[in-house]
C-alpha cells in the first residue's frame, strides 16, 4: 500500500476493518446464538422428559393405590375364594370407574384369565407372556403392548390369604395421553414400539418422526425441523417415547436476526467509507504512529519514553498520550496488586490462589499439601483485646506460614482462615511437613506485651491423591477443616469420600433451618412416660424430638442434633423444643392433667447469653410453673465452663425447676463431683439397663449408682428398661423411677391423657409397693 496515496490507504482500512469487525459480529452472533438454542433446547427436552417421568410416575402411584385398595377389598378376596365372577366383574368394573382406568384383570397365578373390565379379552398366549412380564416387577408399572394398545400395566397379587389370583390394573397410552403430555411438555410425544414402530404420537408427521429420529444434536446448519431425544420405557428398549421439540421458529428468528446484521453492517460500510474520505485530507504519518501507541495502550504495554515528531499539537498529544500510559500502567499494577491480595496481611486471596495453584499443578507437577487452618476462639481475641492485636496476630501468622517453603504459596481467604500449599521433593517426607507446620504453629505471640497462646484446626489435603485440580484440591482441605473442628482436633487429613458426606450433612443442615423457620409439622415432640416404682404412678415424661424431612424420611435424632450442635444450629432447635414442650404441658393443664416434662438441654444452650431469661419469659407466656419442668443435662455439657454453668443452674433449681443428669456412667465425672453441683435426679445411661436381667456386671455397676446417690439425696431414674426381670431387680435396688419401651414407647402429645386414663401397671404384670 506504500505506492498509494494516503486517503486510499484510510479508506482501504476502514473498508478493512469494517468488513473484519462485521464478519467477527456475524460469526459471534452466529455462534452465541447457537450456543444458547442448542442449551435452550437441551433445557426445553430435559424438562420434558422429567415433566414426562413424573406424570408417569403420578399414574403409576394412581395404579398403586388403586391396586392396593382393590388387592385389600374384602368382599373382592371372597369373591376370588367363592368364585362369584358377577361380583368380580362389578368390582373390577366400579374400580376400573373410580380411577378412569381402561384395563383391569383378574387372572390366577399360571396367567389364566378369571375376569376383565372391558369384556371381549380372552386366555391367549399373549396374556400370559404380559402376566407373565408384570410379575417380574409387582408392585411397579411397566409398559406392555396388548391387544394392539400400549397400556401401562400393574399386577399386584391378591392375598385370600396365601397368593390366589393377579390383579392387573393399568392406563391404555393413547392419542389423549400424547396430546395432554405434548401439552405439558410443549414438546412432541411420540411413543415407540419394536424396531421404532409409531403406536402413539401428538404430532401430524408420523414418516418425518421416523426418519429424523437418529438425526445428529442440535445446529442451525441442520435444517431439520425437531430436535427428538428417545427415552426407553421398558429395560429391553422395545418401549419407547420420543421427545420432539419444534425449531421452525428458533430458525425463523435466526434469519432475521442474521439479515438484520447484514443490513446494519452495510450502512455502517457506507459511513465509514464517507467519514474515512473527509478525514484522510488532516491525517499524517505522527498520527498513524500516536494510533499504533494506543494499540500498544490497548494491549498492556505501557512502556514508551518517546512520541512521534511532528507539530507541537502532535507533539503535545503525544507526551499526553505517555503520561496517560505510565499512569495506568501504576493504577494497573497496584489494582491488580489489590484484586490478588489480602489488604492487611499481603498474602494471596482465596480467587488469585486457585489460580497460582493451578498453574503450579500444570507445569510443576510433583506432590502438595494443602493445609487450611482455623484460629480458634479468634474472636475472643478481638473481643478481649482489641482488633489492633487481633490484626498483628494475623500478621505474625502470615509471617510464619512464609517461612514454611520459599515456593509455597499462602492465602488469607476469611477472617481467621488461611491456606498453605507446600511443594514436596521426591525425597522429602509428608510427617516432616506435618511436623514442621505443628512446630512453627505452636510457638506463642508477643504481641504488646501480651503473651498470647493460639490453638488451631487445620485440615489438610494431598495432590494427587486427594484432588485433580485446584479448586478440589483446597475444597477438601477445608472440609478436612471443618472436621477437625467438629472432632475436636489440631490435624485431620482428607480421607477419600469425604466431600459426598459433607455435602449431605450441610443439605440436611439446610433442610433443617427450613424445617425450624417454616414450622410446618415436620419437626414434632414424642413424650415417653416415667413410672414411680414406689406407688406405680406416671409423674413425669420425657420430652424427644423427632423429624420427618421432605422425601427422605424419619432422621435419626442422634444424627440432626449432633450436626445442630456442630453447626450452631442447637440453640434455635432447643428454643422450639423448649417452646413447644411447654405449649404441650399448658394444654394437658387445660385437660386437667398435671404432669411433669423432662426437656434435653445441651452446653450451648446453658451458656447462651439470654437463655435463663427466655426460659422465664416462656413459662410466663404458657402460665407453667417452673415445679413442672425437669433440665435434663449430660455429664459432659455440666463439665462445659462449669463455674457458669453450676451458677446458672443454681438459679433455676431455686426458683423450683428440677435438674437432672442425663446418660449418667458414659461420661467422666464421679458422684462426689456431681455433689457440687445443684441436681436433684440422677438418670443412669440406658446401655446399663437393656440387659440388667442377663449381665452381672450392669447389675453391679447400677446398684452401687443408685446407693451412692441415695446417700447423696438424689433420686435415681433408670432408662432403657425392657422387661420385668429388670424392673424387679430395679425394684429390689431401690430405684426411684423407670422408663423404658417395657412401660410405653414414645407417645404423640395429643394421646398422652387418653394414655394416662387407661394405663394400668398391673397389665403387663407390673407390680408396685404397696
Not at 449408682?705 to 422387661?723: C, D, P, R, W, Y
Request: proline share 3%; aromatic share 6%.
Amino acid at each position: 500500500m506504500k505506492n498509494h496515496s494516503l486517503r486510499s490507504q484510510i479508506i482501504w482500512l476502514c473498508c478493512g476493518l469494517i468488513f473484519i469487525t462485521s464478519g467477527a459480529i456475524l460469526s459471534v452472533t452466529w455462534w452465541s446464538t447457537e450456543k444458547y438454542s442448542r442449551i435452550q433446547v437441551e433445557q426445553d427436552v430435559t424438562q420434558g422428559q422429567e415433566i414426562l417421568k413424573q406424570y408417569l410416575r403420578a399414574k403409576e402411584q394412581i395404579l398403586l393405590t388403586a391396586a392396593r385398595v382393590l388387592t385389600a377389598d374384602f368382599g373382592f378376596k371372597q369373591a376370588i375364594v367363592s368364585a362369584d365372577k358377577q361380583t368380580i366383574v362389578s368390582v373390577l368394573e366400579n374400580h376400573a370407574a373410580r380411577i378412569g382406568s381402561q384395563i383391569m384383570l383378574l387372572t390366577n397365578l399360571q396367567g389364566q384369565l378369571i375376569s376383565a373390565s372391558p369384556a371381549g379379552i380372552t386366555n391367549d398366549q399373549e396374556l400370559l407372556a404380559t402376566v407373565s412380564q408384570l410379575t417380574r416387577k409387582q408392585g411397579s408399572t411397566d409398559f406392555v403392548i396388548f391387544n394392539r394398545h400400549l397400556y401401562q400395566l400393574l399386577l399386584l397379587p391378591v392375598h385370600t390369604p396365601r397368593p390366589s389370583a393377579y390383579a392387573i390394573i393399568g392406563f391404555q397410552i393413547n392419542q389423549d395421553v400424547a396430546m395432554e403430555l405434548s401439552r405439558l411438555t410443549n414438546l412432541g410425544i411420540s411413543f415407540l414400539g419394536p424396531s421404532r414402530q409409531l403406536l402413539v404420537s401428538s404430532l401430524g408427521q408420523p414418516s418425518e418422526i421416523l426418519s429424523q429420529a437418529d438425526m445428529p444434536e442440535y445446529s442451525l446448519l441442520n435444517h431439520s425441523n425437531y430436535v427428538h431425544r428417545r427415552e426407553e420405557l421398558t429395560a429391553d428398549g422395545h418401549i419407547s417415547v420420543m421427545l420432539s421439540s419444534d425449531q421452525h421458529l428458533r430458525q425463523s428468528q435466526m434469519s432475521r436476526l442474521l439479515l438484520g446484521i447484514m443490513l446494519i453492517s452495510g450502512i455502517i460500510f457506507v459511513i465509514a467509507v464517507t467519514a474515512s474520505i473527509l478525514l484522510a485530507r488532516n491525517l499524517t504519518v505522527p498520527l498513524q504512529q500516536l494510533l499504533n501507541m494506543a494499540r500498544k495502550f490497548a494491549a498492556g504495554d505501557y512502556q514508551h519514553k518517546q512520541g512521534p515528531n511532528g507539530t507541537e499539537e502532535i507533539q503535545t498529544l503525544s507526551q499526553a498520550m505517555i503520561d496517560m500510559g505510565n499512569e495506568v500502567y501504576a493504577r494497573e499494577r497496584q489494582i491488580r496488586y489489590q484484586a490478588e491480595h489480602d489488604q492487611l496481611t499481603g498474602l494471596l486471596n482465596r480467587y488469585s490462589l486457585r489460580q497460582y495453584l493451578q498453574q503450579a499443578l500444570d507445569n510443576t507437577p510433583g506432590t502438595y499439601l494443602c493445609f487450611a487452618l482455623n484460629i480458634r476462639e479468634f474472636k475472643h481475641v478481638n473481643d478481649s483485646f482489641g482488633p489492633q492485636t487481633g490484626d498483628k496476630c494475623l500478621l505474625e501468622i502470615a509471617a510464619r506460614l512464609r517461612k514454611m517453603h520459599e515456593q509455597g504459596l499462602y492465602a488469607r481467604i476469611g477472617g481467621d482462615e488461611f491456606i498453605a500449599i507446600l511443594p514436596l521433593a521426591d525425597d522429602q517426607l509428608e510427617s516432616l511437613s506435618l511436623m514442621q507446620f505443628s512446630a512453627l504453629m505452636a510457638n506463642s505471640f508477643d504481641i504488646d506485651d501480651l503473651h498470647l497462646k493460639l490453638t488451631y484446626h487445620c485440615g489438610i489435603s494431598r495432590f494427587p491423591e486427594d484432588g485433580e485440580n485446584a479448586i478440589q484440591l483446597i475444597k477438601r482441605a477445608l472440609i478436612a477443616m471443618d472436621l477437625a473442628h467438629s472432632e475436636g482436633l489440631d490435624l485431620r487429613m482428607y480421607v477419600t469420600g469425604e466431600d459426598e458426606a459433607h455435602m449431605e450433612r450441610l443439605s440436611l443442615l439446610e433442610d433443617l433451618r427450613e424445617a425450624l423457620k417454616v414450622d410446618d409439622g415436620q419437626l414434632r415432640m414424642v413424650y415417653q412416660p416415667k413410672m414411680n416404682l414406689k406407688d406405680g404412678k406416671i409423674h413425669k415424661v420425657e420430652s424427644l424430638i423427632r423429624w420427618q424431612r421432605p422425601n427422605h424420611g424419619w432422621v435419626s435424632p442422634e444424627l440432626f442434633v449432633s450436626l445442630a450442635e456442630q453447626a450452631g444450629l442447637i440453640q434455635q432447635l432447643t428454643q422450639w423444643v423448649i417452646s413447644t414442650v411447654l405449649k404441650q404441658l399448658a394444654e394437658w393443664q387445660k385437660q386437667g392433667v398435671k404432669i411433669q416434662a423432662a426437656i434435653n438441654l445441651s452446653a450451648q444452650d446453658i451458656n447462651r447469653p439470654g437463655f435463663y431469661s427466655d426460659l422465664l419469659a416462656g413459662i410466663g407466656h404458657f402460665d407453667i410453673t417452673p415445679e413442672h419442668v425437669t433440665l435434663e443435662l449430660t455429664e459432659r455439657d455440666l463439665m462445659t465452663n462449669e463455674a457458669n454453668t453450676t451458677l446458672l443452674l443454681e438459679r433455676l433449681r431455686e426458683i423450683g425447676f428440677c435438674i437432672s443428669i442425663d446418660d449418667y456412667g458414659v461420661g467422666q465425672s464421679s458422684l462426689s463431683k456431681l455433689t457440687m453441683l445443684p441436681i436433684e435426679e440422677l438418670k443412669i445411661d440406658k446401655s446399663f439397663v437393656l440387659q440388667l436381667d442377663q449381665n452381672p456386671n450392669d447389675q453391679a455397676i447400677v446398684s452401687s449408682t443408685i446407693q451412692l446417690a441415695h446417700k447423696l439425696g438424689f433420686s435415681v431414674v433408670a432408662e432403657g428398661v425392657e422387661n420385668q426381670a429388670s424392673l424387679d431387680l430395679l425394684r429390689q435396688m431401690g430405684c426411684d423411677s423407670i422408663q423404658g419401651y417395657y412401660l410405653s414407647k414414645p407417645i404423640p402429645g395429643q394421646d398422652i391423657c387418653s394414655w394416662l386414663k387407661n394405663f394400668n401397671p398391673h397389665e403387663k404384670g407390673m407390680t408396685v409397693d404397696d
